[in-house]
């Protein structure tokens, strides 16, 4: 009995001990556990991060591989531009087993220049023939590399292209944007991403590329590198002006002195002998003193030689003297573009009071031979003689935007309207203008339409091949002369080599370069100009709705004792009400006449056109005054100031 007792005892006191440890071996368990699963965990997070950054990392080099391929995929086009003759505009897109891609999978829809580019990026071919300019460098070649570095680094890789948007980001770039289906799983299968991936955007410069349209249109002769830099044609050099105001017309020529002859009868055999070609590229300079009497030889009428009807004259004349009865002027009946009172133009000092007001150069002169031209715009009261270039020496390296229709066509006749500059991509195509198709598509993506180039067509290269035909009126504007659009001659350039500088309306009025057909303008014709607004020509240019044209300033003081705070208050009101301001107005306060400092105004929280400034301390008996300054982006400045007047007089209701 006791034994059975014993043993029982013994069995509870076991149990006991059992359950005590019990918890004791589950949380050392656990304790073992936890940090095992914590290292798992952070093994994975590790492991999934490096796919992520290995993403990553594809697609940066995967858009420095499709900019290299777009690249030499417009080299390649513009060599069979070139090669073929023929434009790009109705090309479609040809996918083969050469492509590399599934084919009925592939979506692509555009015709022409894209189409072409995009094949050549996937395929390397044109026309479905390898481009020996595509091999090993096509999109797809690049990124299989991509699949083979992959499985080095544990990874299942799979890509797929889905489509391609390829357009003109702006004037100077070319975007890339495949669509693409990832599949990049870890071997350990930890890790897995699976996506349709379309923010990949490459943009390929065509700074330096050939530019289509010349090889096209010379029948390969002529080539043009494209450079993106400003056509600058200003030919503003001013030697001297009518002190009286008198000339009448415009032209440009080579000066030729009076005092380079002899005597009268001289001109008239130099008149009588120069090829006409010759003779009607010559300013007549009337240097001496001498009094033409009745412009004869002493046995013949010369006077022909000045109109502007006959079919030898000189381009014009230029009188370094005043008006008088016996001048050449009255006296040899001239109709060709005269000027008079000009002083000497053969020195480097003004010669006549009105020189300096009208901008004339200390340092410039005329000498013989020298391209000169007469600038008459009554209008704008410009009576002046300046010294041109010859049309050899204008510089035609540079490209620029095309923005014709958006600045300029405005202030030419309908007919003489032009649209803008074709784009690289409509270049390619063949177009002599900017598409709507190549437009729209950038418009919709980047919110811009200027994306068509210009520039001057060199018409002496051009006529150093006896193949080639070139017109000699045609405007000099590149897309243009190949349509032969009519130009007008400048005024301020003359025939190098015998071919004239022309200029159709708005790009005369672009390059600020008066022609026969218009003059560019000034502040004063009663015309708003393209380089004249409501800020420099008032009086020509209406003010924007957007323009404040009304401003109320009121001041009111709160005192404490003998010391005050001024408060301004201003309201600004355009034309169809109160307006807020894109910066805050200036307000400048003087005290006692002797210190001023500027504060900027603060807009009133819930107030349209109400803004507030509180200056001070300031005594009652200090005299004060205040003017606010409100300028709007395009705007005139407008003021408005308060009298001055001693603080303790001012409204104390603020």
């Given at each position: 009995?006791?034994?059975?007792?014993?043993?029982?005892?013994?069995?509870?006191?076991?149990?006991?001990?059992?359950?005590?440890?019990?918890?004791?071996?589950?949380?050392?368990?656990?304790?073992?556990?936890?940090?095992?699963?914590?290292?798992?965990?952070?093994?994975?997070?590790?492991?999934?991060?490096?796919?992520?950054?290995?993403?990553?990392?594809?697609?940066?080099?995967?858009?420095?591989?499709?900019?290299?391929?777009?690249?030499?995929?417009?080299?390649?086009?513009?060599?069979?531009?070139?090669?073929?003759?023929?434009?790009?505009?109705?090309?479609?897109?040809?996918?083969?087993?050469?492509?590399?891609?599934?084919?009925?999978?592939?979506?692509?829809?555009?015709?022409?220049?894209?189409?072409?580019?995009?094949?050549?990026?996937?395929?390397?071919?044109?026309?479905?023939?390898?481009n020996s300019k595509m091999k090993n460098h096509t999109f797809p070649l690049w990124y299989r590399k991509i699949l083979n570095y992959s499985k080095r680094m544990n990874y299942q890789?799979?890509?797929?292209?889905?489509?391609?948007?390829?357009?003109?980001?702006?004037?100077?770039?070319?975007?890339?944007?495949?669509?693409?289906?990832?599949?990049?799983?870890?071997?350990?299968?930890?890790?897995?991403?699976?996506?349709?991936?379309?923010?990949?955007?490459?943009?390929?410069?065509?700074?330096?590329?050939?530019?289509?349209?010349?090889?096209?249109?010379?029948?390969?002769?002529?080539?043009?590198?494209?450079?993106?830099?400003?056509?600058?044609?200003?030919?503003?050099?001013?030697?001297?002006?009518?002190?009286?105001?008198?000339?009448?017309?415009?032209?440009?020529?080579?000066?030729?002195?009076?005092?380079?002859?002899?005597?009268?009868?001289?001109?008239?055999?130099?008149?009588?002998?120069?090829?006409?070609?010759?003779?009607?590229?010559?300013?007549?300079?009337?240097?001496?003193?001498?009094?033409?009497?009745?412009?004869?030889?002493?046995?013949?009428?010369?006077?022909?030689?000045?109109?502007?009807?006959?079919?030898?004259?000189?381009?014009?004349?230029?009188?370094?003297?005043?008006?008088?009865?016996?001048?050449?002027?009255?006296?040899?009946?001239?109709?060709?573009p005269w000027i008079i009172d000009t002083g000497d133009l053969d020195d480097h000092i003004p010669d006549n009071p009105r020189d300096v007001s009208c901008g004339a150069d200390a340092?410039?002169?005329?000498?013989?031979?020298?391209?000169?031209?007469?600038?008459?715009?009554?209008?704008?009261?410009?009576?002046?003689?300046?010294?041109?270039?010859?049309?050899?020496?204008?510089?035609?390296?540079?490209?620029?935007?095309?923005?014709?229709?958006?600045?300029?066509?405005?202030?030419?006749?309908s007919g003489n309207q032009q649209l803008n500059g074709p784009s690289f991509l409509d270049r390619l195509d063949g177009r002599l203008y900017l598409s709507q198709k190549y437009m729209?598509?950038?418009?919709?993506?980047?919110?811009?339409?200027?994306?068509?180039?210009?520039?001057?067509?060199?018409?002496?290269?051009?006529?150093?091949?006896?193949?080639?035909?070139?017109?000699?009126?045609?405007?000099?504007?590149?897309?243009?002369?190949?349509?032969?659009?009519?130009?007008?001659?400048?005024?301020?350039?003359?025939?190098?080599?015998?071919?004239?500088?022309?200029?159709?309306?708005?790009?005369?009025?672009?390059?600020?370069?008066?022609?026969?057909?218009?003059?560019?303008?000034?502040?004063?014709?009663?015309?708003?100009?393209?380089?004249?607004?409501?800020?420099?020509?008032?009086?020509?240019?209406?003010?924007?709705?957007?323009?404040?044209?009304?401003?109320?300033?009121?001041?009111?003081?709160?005192?404490?004792?003998?010391?005050?705070?001024?408060?301004?208050?201003?309201?600004?009101?355009?034309?169809?009400?109160?307006?807020?301001?894109?910066?805050?107005?200036?307000?400048?306060?003087?005290?006692?006449?002797?210190?001023?400092?500027?504060?900027?105004?603060?807009?009133?929280?819930?107030?349209?056109?109400?803004?507030?400034?509180?200056?001070?301390?300031?005594?009652?008996?200090?005299?004060?005054?205040?003017?606010?300054?409100?300028?709007?982006?395009?705007?005139?400045?407008?003021?408005?100031?308060?009298?001055?007047?001693?603080?303790?007089?001012?409204?104390?209701?603020?």
């Open positions: 009995m006791n034994r059975i007792f014993r043993n029982r005892r013994g069995f509870l006191f076991s149990a006991a001990v059992l359950i005590l440890l019990l918890p004791l071996i589950i949380f050392t368990s656990l304790y073992k556990e936890i940090p095992g699963t914590e290292m798992r965990d952070m093994a994975g997070r590790a492991r999934c991060d490096k796919v992520h950054y290995f993403i990553e990392d594809i697609k940066s080099d995967m858009g420095r591989a499709l900019e290299i391929s777009t690249r030499r995929a417009m080299i390649a086009s513009i060599e069979y531009v070139a090669e073929e003759g023929a434009g790009l505009g109705d090309y479609r897109f040809n996918c083969t087993l050469n492509c590399g891609i599934n084919c009925s999978e592939f979506e692509y829809d555009m015709i022409g220049s894209t189409a072409a580019l995009t094949e050549l990026i996937i395929c390397g071919t044109l026309h479905g023939r390898n890789v799979d890509l797929e292209i889905l489509s391609m948007e390829l357009g003109q980001m702006d004037a100077w770039n070319i975007y890339t944007s495949p669509l693409i289906r990832w599949r990049v799983q870890d071997v350990n299968d930890m890790c897995f991403y699976e996506d349709v991936v379309d923010d990949i955007n490459v943009n390929t410069s065509i700074i330096g590329l050939q530019d289509p349209l010349y090889p096209l249109n010379t029948n390969m002769f002529v080539w043009k590198t494209i450079t993106n830099c400003s056509i600058n044609i200003s030919t503003e050099r001013i030697v001297g002006c009518s002190a009286s105001n008198m000339s009448n017309g415009s032209v440009s020529g080579l000066a030729l002195f009076y005092s380079n002859f002899t005597n009268k009868c001289d001109i008239k055999s130099h008149c009588e002998n120069t090829p006409p070609n010759i003779l009607e590229n010559q300013i007549f300079i009337d240097d001496s003193n001498a009094a033409f009497g009745q412009c004869v030889c002493g046995f013949d009428d010369f006077s022909w030689c000045f109109n502007a009807s006959s079919s030898r004259h000189f381009a014009g004349v230029i009188k370094y003297d005043p008006d008088n009865p016996s001048s050449i002027i009255h006296k040899c009946n001239v109709t060709v340092g410039l002169n005329i000498s013989n031979d020298t391209c000169s031209y007469i600038e008459t715009d009554k209008a704008c009261n410009i009576h002046r003689v300046g010294l041109g270039l010859d049309s050899n020496q204008i510089k035609t390296d540079c490209y620029t935007v095309s923005d014709i229709n958006e600045s300029y066509n405005t202030y030419c006749s729209k598509q950038t418009r919709d993506k980047y919110n811009t339409s200027l994306i068509g180039i210009e520039t001057l067509v060199d018409v002496y290269n051009l006529l150093n091949y006896s193949s080639l035909w070139v017109n000699e009126t045609s405007t000099w504007i590149d897309y243009l002369f190949w349509q032969e659009i009519e130009g007008c001659k400048a005024t301020s350039v003359c025939e190098g080599d015998g071919y004239a500088f022309n200029l159709d309306c708005p790009h005369g009025l672009k390059y600020d370069v008066s022609t026969e057909c218009k003059q560019t303008g000034c502040c004063g014709d009663g015309s708003c100009d393209p380089r004249e607004d409501y800020v420099n020509c008032p009086s020509d240019c209406t003010a924007p709705p957007a323009c404040p044209s009304k401003i109320s300033l009121k001041d009111c003081k709160t005192c404490d004792g003998s010391n005050c705070n001024v408060t301004y208050n201003v309201t600004i009101q355009n034309s169809t009400g109160y307006m807020n301001l894109s910066n805050s107005p200036r307000i400048d306060v003087t005290n006692n006449s002797i210190e001023t400092n500027s504060y900027i105004m603060q807009q009133m929280i819930g107030q349209t056109g109400v803004y507030e400034y509180t200056v001070g301390v300031f005594n009652k008996s200090d005299d004060i005054n205040a003017t606010v300054y409100v300028q709007e982006l395009g705007c005139l400045i407008i003021t408005n100031s308060t009298r001055e007047d001693t603080v303790g007089s001012i409204d104390p209701d603020c």
